[in-house]
């Protein structure tokens, strides 16, 4: 079983739908970070959550941290969304290495 | 524009040779992580220096080696290289060495050995 899971693995979506993105981790940690690449590999980062909610334009990421579960949702998506979202968590113990989901590729369709 | 600067942006060589990858971190982050994204095993860490010295280690081969300067920027040295290396280098850099600072990432060195 990995660390980290995501679903889906893939999505297609229509231009203005709403876009829901799982992440769950078996491990405790003490972060967690949503990412963004592009199809030019290039690598964002959205959010770094460690409880609640944060919000970035039509971005929103939440974390339950007891059920070990984070969501990322985009709001009247756009093509230019389409990309590949990873999430990544960090444990407890000083200087642990950041673990990857494998990712959902998201194409919005105009 | 991250900040994070990593050149080059391409690169071509044969097996058996060595290469360097090189990063500049955003200024004032003190931070550098290394990552090796391929195409069957997604991202995986590598290495991470905070201030100069070593402060975690994933999944590097002893093929592998890393170290950052006084000047903060870090360099990752590949040699004996095997078809499996070809993979996208992404270099990161944040301003603390703990869990709860963001990352930002570089555009990534994409190595291809034939």
Known sequence: KNEVEQSPQNLTAQEGEFITINCSYSVGISALHWLQQHPGGGIVSLFMLSSGKKKHGRLIATINIQEKHSSLHITASHPRDSAVYICAVRGHNYGQNFVFGPGTRLSVLP | ?114
């Open chain 2, 1 to 114: 524009d991250s900040g994070v600067t990593q050149t080059p942006k391409h690169l071509i060589t044969a097996t058996g040779q060595r290469v360097t990858l090189r990063c500049s971190p955003r200024s004032g982050d003190l931070s550098v992580y290394w990552y090796q994204q391929s195409l069957d095993q997604g991202l995986q860490f590598l290495i991470q220096y905070y201030n100069g010295e070593e402060r975690a280690k994933g999944n590097i081969l002893e093929r592998f080696s890393a170290q950052q300067f006084p000047d903060l920027h870090s360099e990752l040295n590949l040699s004996s290289l095997e078809l499996g290396d070809s993979a996208l280098y992404f270099c990161a850099s944040s301003v603390a060495q703990g869990v709860d600072s963001p990352l930002h990432f570089g555009n990534g060195t994409r190595l291809t050995v034939t």
